[in-house]
């Protein structure tokens, strides 16, 4: 019986150490995604920090993606205990917006380094898509997509199922932008090429890094965590000369938050220079706000798209289930 | 015992409210919004056909190698290395999926050394990516369960049997013949059955070595229900579906005498007839070879994590192992509290009434729980208990419940047959005496079990400690496990540190069933 003193005592301890109920400090309640709140993402710090100034605790909630994050809340309704989602990309933000769990954030828009004028979604970090290839590797990575799409002996490329991961959609669209009703047709060219689609952005970059493929879809900001964290500078991202899809990632409040006060300081302080100074190397993401400090020198040499390519949230809502089932029937020919 | 007949056995109230609690799942995923539709269309038909034939190819080469793997290490019985072996492919049966894969890819990939191997000598092997690679990964998750199952049977056969072909010089055809034939013939349709519905319903191989959507199963299908289209009636129609075709699958099965494979018995350490022919020896070499070459680059891919072990040193880390040690332990010992209670309830006729349909129907609906589709489950009973408390309370509820559910036919299939053989045998006795209840567990029951509930025990925990698709839905804040963490370093460009973690999940893993083999 050993083992079962074992276990209750194990039990009690997990039990025990969740929160306890009795807190007298307010609790904010912050729904994320995993790659943010873990050890390595802003998370850790931003809460330090917020902490620091509203005599609260805050609380992450983290899911898997972007996507899981709004599935939570969608299951939870208005009875989620979330205060506010942090995380929700720019190509899930008409149906977040459509489930009307979603208040005005109130927030002036000027000032930020993207042009925004969403009254309910503010923005807190942004970068564009692209293709990062090893240039120890891959002397002459292609200059367009359309270069990409149409070489036959051009590089193998790894991406993500656009069914289950964000970037894989973020790629999704940046194909019709460039194609338009011809994407499928370019899908097919393309295709030979095509490693694998995963299920997620990690299993495609640990894929490439482990020289799967030439190049994976990643975003024009990856190669700072190998300067920065690594020291190799070989990791670049190539420039498409006919743009790069954006990606930007945005908070929200929630109608039915109970602390309705201290979310709407939180919003703020999402703006603040402590929350978006932890952005360029916890997220590796730009931040909207360049911090006071300028940005790391990990993303002084990085790629800066002149031109972007995006479909609004409301235009990625109607159309993406017929971009899928065509690019499903593309791919599968 | 009149007054207790008008209670069932618990094991039915346990097997009644398991089923309830299923549908109840479906029903409130159901209800959560989206559109039902009860007649899948062509596309899903597309999709369970793909799957099937996927699953069959599967299976058949699983059997083949598994089978003769188990032959093989049947016959060396003093290869040194065997134990170990089998511990570290036992493994690799449970181990996160995306531990094979990453060593499926190290190993047959692009840059890896076999394809450059084959280069070298003029021929292009097959990208990994696409049917086959499916394939092979589920080969190399399969093969060694069938070898575990052989080998245990194999060596339950009366040592008569082996002594007599001893004394009759069988050669090594007679030995096939009329030693491991009948066992073979007798296991196959179950472990067919069991590793038939496992690749049916795989989900993270699919959709990761299938090279794109033409690969499919009806778990991916689910998933993108719930995660892309947020059509949770669909998903739960999906779920539905597949539980349905589980059910048919086990029923076609059990016409060619499906049930559950016997597992265990004590090695007699008889000398076989055909240990000395030469022609085996290099066969039987060839085939531990080949095993050895597929578990390799998991093995391999698995200890390129040891220099990184340092950096995993930390607070979220420990915390993580000891939430993923108690999951799994609380998962084991569900797990096996489930399947003694559905075994006895199957074993349990009054005297002179003996019912081998009842027997029959639990065991084929245990072996139908593999078709149980976790993400719509779980998902489900979250609609159910949504705002009955915190995420992480009823993930810490949720979680080892559908582990336990999960790792259920594995368990039943170690724990039925002892407990059949001791009920055999001293079910007579036993109620002569007097004796039921605790006495009878305790007397009884107890020493026949001992050593396969050890092994129940170890299997179970170290399926549950492997899970990432139950965990990914409730994880976060309180309740972080090792594969979690795997996946959040992953997700942050530690591939390093991911590695050293899946280095942890494999060793604990291997010790397991390594230590619970001894036991």
Redesign the interface.
């Known amino acids: 019986m050993m083992?079962l003193r074992w276990?209750i005592a194990?039990?009690a301890?997990?039990?025990f150490?969740?929160?306890s109920l009795a807190q007298t400090k307010p609790v904010l309640t912050v729904y994320s995604y995993?790659?943010f709140?873990?050890?390595?993402?802003p998370g850790p710090k931003i809460k330090e920090r917020f902490e620091a100034v509203c005599s609260c605790t805050l609380?992450?909630?983290?899911?898997?993606n972007s996507?899981?994050l709004?599935?939570r809340l969608?299951?939870?309704?208005e009875?989620t205990?979330a205060d506010i989602a942090l995380g929700l990309d720019i190509n899930i933000l008409a149906?977040a917006r459509a489930t009307g769990l979603f208040i005005p954030h109130g927030q002036p828009l000027d000032g930020l380094a993207l042009a925004w004028n969403d009254a309910t979604f503010l923005p807190f970090d942004h970068g564009h898509m692209a293709f990062i290839y090893n240039a120890d590797k891959l002397a002459q990575p292609p200059k367009s997509l359309r270069e990409l799409v149409d070489s036959p002996n051009g590089p193998?490329i790894v991406l993500q199922?656009p069914?289950?991961s964000q970037p894989g959609l973020s790629f999704l669209l940046w194909m019709r932008k460039v194609y338009g009703d011809k994407a499928d047709d370019a899908w097919v060219r393309l295709?030979p090429r095509?490693?694998?689609?995963?299920?997620?952005?990690?299993?495609a970059?640990?894929?490439f890094?482990?020289?799967?493929?030439d190049m994976v879809l990643s975003y024009t900001t990856?190669p700072a965590?190998h300067i920065s964290?690594e020291k190799k500078t070989n990791f670049r991202a190539a420039p498409f000369n006919e743009g790069h899809y954006l990606y930007v990632e945005t908070g929200a409040l929630l109608r039915t938050s109970k602390q309705p006060e201290l979310a709407r300081r939180f919003i703020a302080f999402m703006l603040s220079d402590a929350f978006q100074s932890a952005i360029p190397e916890g997220n590796?993401m730009y931040p909207v706000k360049t911090p006071a400090d300028g940005l790391p020198p990990s993303f002084a040499d990085l790629i800066r798209p002149t031109e972007t390519l995006a479909f609004t949230p409301e235009e990625v809502m109607a159309n993406r289930?017929g971009f899928?089932e065509s690019?499903?029937s593309a791919?599968?020919r | 015992m009149a007054g207790a007949a008008a209670l069932p056995h618990p094991g039915l109230i346990a097997a009644g409210l398991l089923a309830a609690l299923i549908m109840a799942a479906l029903a409130g995923l159901a209800s959560?919004g989206g559109t039902a539709t009860l007649m899948p269309g062509p596309y899903l038909w597309g999709v369970v056909r793909g799957a099937a034939s996927q699953a069959a190819l599967s299976t058949v080469l699983s059997l083949l190698l598994g089978t003769a793997l188990a032959l093989a290490l049947t016959r060396r019985s003093s290869f040194p290395g065997r134990r170990l072996l089998m511990a570290v492919m036992t493994a690799a049966t449970v181990a996160p999926t995306?531990v094979i894969?990453?060593g499926l890819?190290?190993m047959f990939?692009?840059?890896a050394p076999l394809p450059a191997l084959a280069a070298s000598l003029g021929l292009t092997l097959p990208?990994i990516?696409g049917l086959h690679g499916i394939v092979l990964a589920h080969v190399v998750m399969n093969a060694p369960l069938v070898a575990r199952v052989l080998m245990a049977a194999v060596a339950a056969t009366p040592a008569e049997q082996t002594r007599l072909g001893q004394m009759l010089r069988f050669n090594p055809l007679d030995c096939l013949r009329h030693l491991d034939g009948p066992v073979i013939r007798r296991e196959w349709p179950g472990l067919a059955a069991f590793i038939f519905l496992l690749c049916f319903t795989s989900f993270?191989v699919v959709?990761?070595?299938?090279?794109?959507?033409?690969n499919a199963t009806l778990e991916v299908a689910i998933?993108?229900a719930?995660?892309?289209?947020?059509d949770f009636a669909r998903a739960a129609g999906i779920a539905l579906l597949q539980i349905m075709l589980s059910l048919a699958f086990v029923l076609a099965f059990s016409a060619i005498g499906a049930r559950l494979p016997d597992a265990p018995g004590q090695a007699r350490g008889q000398t076989r007839p055909d240990a000395g022919s030469r022609l085996l020896f290099w066969i039987d070499g060839a085939v531990i070879a080949c095993a050895m070459l597929l578990i390799a680059p998991v093995v391999l891919s698995v200890l390129s994590g040891l220099g990184q072990l340092p950096s995993l040193v930390?607070a979220?880390v420990a915390r993580a192992a000891?939430?993923s040690?108690?999951l799994a332990?609380?998962a084991a010992?569900l797990a096996v509290l489930l399947a003694l209670l559905l075994a006895s309830a199957a074993e349990a006729a009054p005297l002179g009434r003996a019912s081998p349909g009842r027997a029959r129907l639990v065991e084929l609906a245990v072996l139908a729980l593999l078709g149980l589709p976790p993400f719509a489950l779980v998902?489900g009973l979250?609609?159910l208990l949504?705002?009955t408390g915190?995420?992480?309370?009823i993930g810490?509820v949720l979680v080892p419940l559908i582990n336990a559910l999960m790792a259920l036919p594995f368990v039943y299939r170690l724990l039925a047959p002892p407990l059949r053989q001791s009920a055999e045998r001293h079910g007579r006795l036993s109620t002569s005496l007097g004796l039921s209840g605790v006495a009878h567990l305790r007397i009884v029951a107890w020493p026949a079990l001992r050593r396969p509930l050890m092994a129940a025990l170890a299997l179970a925990a170290a399926l549950s400690m492997g899970d990432f698709g139950v965990i990914?839905?409730f994880?976060?804040?309180?309740l972080v496990t090792l594969p979690?963490?795997m996946?959040?370093?992953?997700?942050?460009?530690?591939?390093d540190e991911?590695g050293a973690i899946a280095l942890v999940l494999v060793a604990s893993a291997t010790a397991l069933t390594f230590l619970a083999d001894r036991a």
């Not at chain 1, 609380?59 to 898997?64: D, F, I, K, L």
């Not at chain 1, 969608?74 to 309704?77: A, F, K």
């Not at chain 2, 915190?390 to 309370?393: H, L, Q």
């Open positions: 083992i276990i194990a039990f301890l997990i039990v150490s969740l929160p995993s790659g709140t873990g050890k390595y993402g609380e992450w909630v983290a899911t898997e996507g899981a709004l599935g969608r299951l939870e309704g009875n205990r149906e193998r199922d069914r289950t295709k095509i490693v694998t689609f995963t299920k997620g952005w990690s299993e970059y640990g894929m890094l482990k020289g799967e493929a990856s965590y964290a590796w289930r899928i690019w499903q791919i599968s | 959560a995306i894969i990453f890819v190290a990939g692009r840059s990208a990516y993270a959709l990761s070595l299938g090279g794109g959507p033409a998933y993108q719930l995660k892309l289209d947020v930390g979220d000891l939430t040690a108690v332990a609380i010992a998902t979250f609609v949504r705002g915190s995420v992480s309370g810490l990914a839905l994880g976060g804040g309180d979690y963490l996946a959040e370093r992953m997700g942050a460009y530690r591939l991911a």
